[in-house]
């Protein structure tokens, strides 16, 4: 069973920044995708950024050129940099990955991390 861990969120004043964590583990694994979602109070869960095992980014319009998602491919970890925050920026954060276990696909969500943005 492969489990994700959110680390980073916190309250941050407009135009700060926050680094959100999310680390896989479990055994015998490999992640195909890592990818951030977020879901504001009363709002439907919303993609934010994605990252293949090999690299490949795709961000969603509303955070390009403010967010920055990485991975560390050898610690199963995926970082989202989030600079210039907004107060719309404000919402629980989930991590997603998939890919294969055990020879079956799986695709997981973390707990959630709470980010808000406000003076």
């Known amino acids: 069973q492969v489990q994700l861990v959110e680390s980073g969120g916190g309250l941050v004043q407009p135009g700060g920044s926050l680094r959100l964590s999310c680390a896989a583990s479990?055994?015998?694994?490999?992640?195909?995708?890592m990818g951030w979602y977020r879901q504001a109070p009363g709002k439907q869960r919303e993609f934010v950024a994605l990252?293949?095992?090999?690299?490949?980014?795709n961000v969603a319009n509303s955070v390009k050129g403010r967010f920055t998602i990485s991975i560390n491919s050898a610690k199963n970890t995926t970082n989202l940099q989030m600079d210039s925050l907004k107060p719309e920026d404000t919402a629980d954060y989930y991590c997603?990955?998939?890919?294969?276990?055990?020879?079956?696909?799986?695709?997981?969500w973390g707990q959630g991390t709470q980010v808000t943005v406000s003076s």
């Open positions: 997603n990955a998939n890919g294969f276990s055990g020879g079956k696909w799986f695709d997981h």
């Open positions: 479990g055994s015998m694994f490999n992640i195909n995708v």
């Open positions: 990252i293949t095992n090999g690299g490949s980014t």
